[in-house]
């Protein structure tokens, strides 16, 4: 990880993302520190949440950013993976970032797609624990933090 990358891990920390599984409802998922989950977990398999926003950190233009997620949700979609369109970051906040919740993968695939795309972290949320993950080839500490979550119901 770089100096960018330090600046932005305790942001990671505390941010979660939001995604539709159906029209009219919306679920934030958002990380608990005390290492509880609150909610019913809804799939079979682990889940992970990558976005192609702002390779490096700092902000790129918006049109730069929608290209960017757009090769990101054909590289997936190719792959056959099954993926909701999601946004990363903290509920109610200005600074949100579009991206994938992609289902039923192992954490190895979301991050490969982290790095591909020059992201500093993805997020893998299971029925145990919501986990953040330094991308491979960023960070020689290999970064994480596992903590619990919460599912909270949110309004448009």
């Keep these: ?12 920390q505390s941010a979660g993302f939001s995604y539709s599984p159906r029209s009219g409802v919306h679920h934030y998922i958002e990380p608990d520190p005390s ?3 609150t909610g019913v977990f809804p ?3 682990p889940a992970g949440f990558v976005t192609a926003h702002n390779p490096g950190g700092p902000p790129i233009a918006k049109e730069v950013n ?4 757009r090769e990101l949700e054909a590289a997936v979609a190719a792959l056959g993976h099954k993926f909701f369109l999601a946004q990363g970051g903290r509920h109610g906040r200005a600074h949100q970032e579009t991206g994938l919740l992609i289902l039923d993968v192992s954490p190895q695939f979301v ?3 982290g790095v591909r795309f020059g992201q500093a972290a ?4 299971s029925a145990t624990e919501f986990l953040l993950e330094a991308c491979g080839g960023r960070d020689e500490r290999k970064r994480s933090c596992s903590q619990g979550w919460k599912v909270n119901d949110i309004s448009e």
């Design 1 to 12: 990880m770089n100096s960018t990358d330090d600046k932005y891990w305790a942001d990671y």
């Design 35 to 37: 290492g509880q989950t």
């Design 43 to 45: 799939f079979a398999q």
């Design 66 to 69: 929608d290209a960017r997620h």
């Design 111 to 113: 991050n490969e797609m």
């Design 122 to 125: 993805i997020y893998i949320w």
